[in-house]
Every structure is written in C-alpha cells, then in structure tokens.
Antibody, heavy 120, light 106 residues
Framework: QVQLQESGPGLVKPSQTLSLTCTVSGDSISSADYYWVWIRQRPGRGLEWMGYIDYRGSTYYSPSLKSRLIISRDTSLNRVSLNLSSMTAADTAVYYC????????????WGQGTLVTVSS | ETLMTQSPGTLSVSPGERATLSCRASQSVGVYLAWYQQKAGQAPRLLVYHASTRATDIPARFSGSGSGTEFTLTISSLQSEDFAVYYCQQYLDWPRTFGQGTKVEI
C-alpha cells in the first residue's frame, strides 16, 4: 500500500522560504515512470498544480511559481521536498503531494495534506 | 496552459437523484481527463481517469464520458456519502490544470 505523508512547519513568516517534505512508503520514488507532484489548495479555493520531480530527478514547475519554487528528492530517504521562497499571505494553503504513476496519468495516491499559514 | 471550466458551481440535488457535472477544456485534451472527489478536510480522491475509466473501488454509479473539450461526470443515484466537491483535471499538458470545482449539496 503506497502512502504519502507531508510534513513541515505550520506557520511561516512573510518573505521566508517554506520547506516541506513528502515521505513515501510502500514504493520507491525512483521507480520507473513515476512523477511526484505538489498541489496546493488555498482556503475555500480550488486545487492549484505546482510542479513535479520525476523518477529520473527531472523537474517542471508551473510558470506562475517557477521563479520561487524548487522541488528536490532524497532517494536514500525516499522522500520529495518542496521549497517555496518569498512567501506571502497568498501562499497560505493546504499543500499536498501526490503521485502520477506514469506520463499522462491521473494522480492515484495523495498525502493527507499539510496546512501552511503565512503570518508574522 | 489549458483552462478547465466546470459547471455548475453548485448543484443542489436530493438523495437518489441523478447528478450531472460538466467540465470544459479550452483546447483539446483528448481523453486525458480525470475526476476527483473531495470531502471537507480530506485530500481529493481519484474517481475517474482517461475520461471514462473508474478508479479502483469506485462504485458503478459514478460514470464519466466525453473527449476533446467536453466532459461529463454522472452520479446515477446520489448517496449521502456523495455530497462533496468534484474537480476535473487535464493531464495531457504541463502544467496540469484543474477546474474550479462543482459542489454537490443536498
């Protein structure tokens, strides 16, 4: 059974960098064809796709976040990380990690999400 | 970037009734279209992928159809546990994009 678990600070100050981790169990993040994505949801709003890191370590970021977002991985710990710089109140959201099991596939496994609030 | 538009924003139905949700893409996405269900305080759950294929353990009352730019999710007979927000997502192009959601309420 594949499980994803997000972790990180629940509170971040404006202008700081958010660092979140998604720990994957039940499968290897290096397994062929997997894409590990980050998706966020602002309070009362819809889902916003942020970016991915794939099984080879290649990344792609949404153009709207590209200048502030870095997604990385630690294969020895089987986890994926997100760093989002220059945080503002508009970045307050629940952040989810999810798996896209192959190119052009739906997100079949999701973490439970972690709420991040940006406030001084 | 492909814009996904869902309608209606809110759908009010009674248990046992049929619900029909629509999703439109700003350009063709073929059949690379998924539907997710999200209940309050929970992560989204995959219902349908490739426009019409039900995900594992999803009841047969959920059915998806469409291709290109027009898609529909039908819930044939609403159960109490089906009242939630539903999102469509295209996964043909990067970045992936979601519709704004349809809330199905009693």
């Amino acid at each position: 059974q594949v499980q994803l678990q997000e972790s990180g600070p629940g509170l971040v100050k404006p202008s700081q960098t958010l660092s979140l981790t998604c720990t994957v169990s039940g499968d290897s993040i290096s397994s062929a064809d997997y894409y590990w994505v980050w998706i966020r949801q602002r309070p009362g709003r819809g889902l916003e796709w942020m970016g991915y890191i794939d099984y080879r370590g290649s990344t792609y970021y949404s153009p709207s976040l590209k200048s502030r977002l870095i997604i990385s991985r630690d294969t020895s710990l089987n986890r994926v990380s997100l760093n989002l710089s220059s945080m503002t109140a508009a970045d307050t959201a629940v952040y989810y990690c999810a798996r896209e099991p192959e190119l052009r596939a739906a997100n079949d496994y999701w973490g439970q999400g972690t709420l991040v609030t940006v406030s001084s | 970037e492909t814009l996904m538009t869902q309608s209606p924003g809110t759908l009010s139905v009674s248990p046992g009734e049929r619900a029909t949700l629509s999703c439109r893409a700003s350009q063709s996405v073929g059949v690379y279209l998924a539907w997710y269900q999200q209940k309050a305080g929970q992560a989204p759950r995959l219902l349908v992928y490739h426009a019409s294929t039900r995900a594992t353990d999803i009841p047969a009352r959920f059915s998806g159809s469409g291709s290109g730019t027009e898609f529909t999710l039908t819930i044939s007979s609403l159960q109490s546990e089906d009242f939630a927000v539903y999102y469509c997502q295209q996964y043909l192009d990067w970045p992936r994009t979601f519709g704004q959601g349809t809330k199905v309420e009693i």
